[in-house]
């Protein structure tokens, strides 16, 4: 166990739905990002929140939305899915006392498929 | 803007010997961080080794090493004795040092499959 806890672990839903994905971070990190990895790709930045608010924004398309709750867990909305949304999301926490040595922890995914 | 290179799409070894996966990087912050992660087959995100920046010598961990080069921007990973379990997608990535880009940024990654 990593320490950040990722749900589901899968999911399948169909073409113009609403999920959400959940992600708790590790005991004591501030920070949460979120990644999406396609079918053989790398992984792409989507977005961080630090302490309850947006930090960065990478490329998230306008139909996902995500937040950080008070008690630091976060969730991811993804709206009006189409197939391409298909793919596994990454919640990795970190610290981020504003070190480049700070380390970071992956949840194990949720792997979407939209059907 | 942050960028991490690999070019090794692939990359067949033979088990018990040794191997190396590339990595560049671009970077206009001082300050910085490197790290490699492991992807096995069953997706999970596994974290191998850490280069900083300003670090002098070389990170190691076990049979991981990092060859580092920063005049050259490369940060490869060096495997010695491959093993079969070491079969997997590899990632590099880079994170920045100033507020705001903590992120990690990922290059494309390399699958290495060991041959027994």
């Known amino acids: 166990d990593s320490g950040v806890t990722q749900t589901p672990k899968h999911l399948i839903t169909a073409t113009g739905q609403r999920v959400t994905l959940r992600c708790s971070p590790r005991?004591?990190?501030?920070?949460v990002y979120w990644y999406q990895q396609s079918l053989d790709q790398g992984l792409q930045f989507l977005i961080q929140y630090y302490n309850g608010e947006e930090r960065a924004k990478g490329n998230i398309l306008e139909r996902f939305s995500a937040q950080q709750f008070p008690d630091l867990h976060s969730e991811l909305n993804l709206s009006s899915l189409e197939l391409g949304d298909s793919a596994l999301y990454f919640c990795?926490?970190?610290?981020?006392?504003?070190?480049?040595?700070?380390?970071?922890?992956f949840g194990s995914g949720t792997r979407l498929t939209v059907v | 803007a942050q960028k991490i290179t690999q070019t090794q799409p692939g990359m067949f070894v033979q088990e018990k010997e040794a191997v190396t996966l590339d990595c560049t990087y671009d970077?206009?912050?001082?300050?910085?961080?490197l790290f490699w992660y492991k992807q096995p087959s069953s997706g999970e995100m596994i974290f191998l080794i850490y280069?900083?920046?300003?670090?002098?010598q070389n990170a190691t961990e076990g049979r991981y090493s990092l060859n580092f080069q920063k005049a050259r921007k490369s940060a490869n990973l060096v495997i010695s004795a491959s093993q079969l379990g070491d079969s997997a997608m590899y990632f590099c990535?880079?994170?920045?040092?100033?507020?705001?880009?903590?992120?990690?940024?990922f290059g494309t990654g390399t699958r290495l499959t060991i041959i027994p």
């Open positions: 990795a926490s970190s610290s981020n006392r504003g070190r480049p040595t700070d380390g970071y922890t």
């Open positions: 280069q900083g920046s300003y670090d002098e």
């Open positions: 005991s004591g990190d501030l920070s």
């Open positions: 990535a880079m994170r920045g040092g100033h507020f705001g880009n903590e992120k990690l940024t």
């Open positions: 970077t206009s912050d001082q300050s910085y961080g």
